[in-house]
């Protein structure tokens, strides 16, 4: 069946665009993460939602990043005004069931900042 | 903060030989962990996962072994492949400080390369 997708799969911006990435999880998954992978590093948990209600947030590094869920399906992470810091892979996950022991994750979209 | 980490960064093995990658964890109260595989360009593939009240787990052609009174975590893959080549991670699957959900804590990884 049909994993988890992100769009775009890379994105160029130039310092102090405004970017928005889309992750459709796979259908029926009620929980769904955003990761951050900084080149040779591991991901960093960035946000959490549970259907359409967002969670758990702590991961965020500045207010300039905000995530939603609107419909408890697909999801869009948008970064605001972006630094040249924010250029990574973002990754998305989803799990079938609330909590996440199980996460899928998408290929990501790597973002390029200049 | 507590972190999980790598041993070594890169490691090279012969076609058909078996490979070992070495994790160590910081935090003691961690009671799942999950390798992971990621290949250039994807995301990461879920490959074995071990509880704590195990100390090790097989599956195909791989195998965890959990070390707690030391904080280690071991992967082996037997009869490595090219296919193998990729970066290997070893994450903590904790409850959030929210309480909401469980999250991953990966380390920096390892990279695998598989010699002809």
């Known amino acids: 069946g049909a994993g988890v997708s992100q769009s775009p799969r890379y994105k160029v911006a130039k310092r102090g665009q405004d970017v928005a990435l889309r992750c459709d999880p796979i259908?029926?998954?009620?929980?769904l993460f955003w990761y951050q992978q900084a080149l040779g590093q591991g991901p960093e948990f960035l946000t959490y939602?549970?259907?359409?209600?967002?969670?758990?947030k702590s991961g965020l590094p500045s207010d300039r990043f905000f995530a939603e869920r609107p419909e408890g399906s697909v999801s869009t992470l948008k970064i605001q005004r972006t630094q040249q810091e924010d250029s990574a892979v973002y990754l998305c996950?989803?799990?079938?069931?609330?909590?996440?022991?199980?996460?899928?994750f998408g290929p990501g979209t790597r973002l390029l900042v200049l | 903060g507590e972190s999980v980490g790598l041993h070594l960064p890169t490691l090279s093995v012969q076609e058909g030989d078996n490979s070992i990658i070495n994790c160590a964890y910081s935090?003691?109260?961690?009671?799942?962990f999950i390798w992971y595989k990621q290949e250039s360009g994807k995301g990461p593939q879920f490959i074995i996962d071990?509880?704590?009240?195990?100390d090790k787990r097989q599956g195909q052609r791989v195998t965890v072994l959990l070390n707690k009174t030391v904080k280690h975590l071991s992967l082996q893959i037997a009869a490595t492949q090219p296919g193998d080549s990729a970066v290997y991670f070893c994450?903590?699957?904790?409850?959030?400080?929210?309480?909401?959900?469980?999250?991953?804590?990966f380390g920096s990884g390892t990279q695998l390369t598989v010699l002809p």
């Open positions: 996950a989803s799990s079938l069931r609330q909590g996440g022991e199980t996460q899928y």
């Open positions: 259908s029926g998954h009620v929980s």
């Open positions: 939602f549970q259907n359409e209600a967002q969670l758990d």
């Open positions: 935090n003691s109260a961690s009671d799942y």
């Open positions: 071990i509880r704590s009240n195990m």
């Open positions: 994450a903590e699957n904790n409850p959030l400080s929210s309480g909401s959900a469980r999250q991953l804590t």
